[in-house]
């Protein structure tokens, strides 16, 4: 795990990075379901928008219906925080924020 620096003086990690940034990235035109009540799971959105796809889940089974974790896109690290449609209702509980 090298997302995060190694103290809060130094810069996060970049790392190199083999995808190219205009990549086109057909699965995120289907990964919206036609039935407005099946619910999508936003993994496959991050999978395929972050470098390599290499997305680490922080707490993968922690409230569930939240998607916590670090990733890269361009090299650089970013954080994603999102709602999980497919583990339950699209809302955000405020029991999950802490």
């Known amino acids: ?23 086109d ?3 995120l035109d289907t990964v919206i379901p036609l039935q407005s009540t099946a619910a999508d799971n936003m993994l496959d959105v991050i ?31 970013v954080d994603i925080v999102g709602n999980q449609p497919k583990k339950s209702q699209p809302v955000v509980w405020m029991s999950t924020l802490r």
């Open 1 to 23: 795990m090298n997302y995060l620096p190694l103290s809060n003086q130094d810069a996060a990690p970049i790392r190199a990075n083999i995808d190219p940034w205009e990549r």
């Open 25 to 27: 990235i057909p699965s």
């Open 47 to 77: 999978e395929p928008i972050v470098d390599e796809a290499d997305f680490f889940d922080i707490m993968p089974d922690y409230a569930k219906n939240i998607i916590t974790g670090f990733g890269r896109v361009n090299g650089r690290t």
